[in-house]
């Protein structure tokens, strides 16, 4: 791996179009198969278009399902913010500092990569699938991003026992953004609705046992 530049581009995929959007699975494979030498973090981000959003979202929340030591969700969480609050000011894909966008890694580690991915996505796929997608337009795109944003933030506050299920919602929304399913969406905004209430009573009963003490 290095910084250099990537020496093939590869086109990218308009997901604002009527069809069907591609398959992460395939669109991924497709990637591999097409890029050069050495394919970079801009490459991705432009090949999954406005789709990068939910895919970001999902690999910055599948850290934080992981058993950790105390304090390290602080720090997993944070890209889970940067990538929210850009749907929040109405970014149309995910924008990454140059550093990370130059970032290259071989294409035989991609290729490895994606085969290790692709079976997980393509069993999630038989049953996430783009139907009753709600969310288009600039404005509910933003609110989804709102709502991202607070579980976001929900992870990276240092609540005992209220990282998981908030980065669990964020990892099926991400699934959900990028397939465009509306039923993953809902089941995603179910959890963290639920999470966000369990993290408001932990934060409550911990002020409540506070007072009392103090």
Partial sequence: MSHQS?????????????????KLSELLERLARESGERISMREIANALDDRSFGAFLLVFALPNLI?????????????????????????QKVWLPRALADYTMERATFLRMVARVSPWLRSAETWVRPRNWPLDGAIRERLFGIFALIL???CVLPIPFGNWLPAFAVAILGVAHTERDGNCLALGCLFGIISIAIATLVVTATGALLSRLF
């Fill in 6 to 22: 990537a020496i093939a581009s590869v086109p990218t995929v308009n997901a604002g179009t009527k069809r069907a959007p591609e």
């Fill in 67 to 91: 058993p950790l030591p105390p304090g390290a969700t602080m720090v997993l969480g944070l890209p889970m913010v940067f990538v929210a609050w850009q749907m929040v000011i109405g970014y």
């Fill in 152 to 154: 976001a933030v929900t």
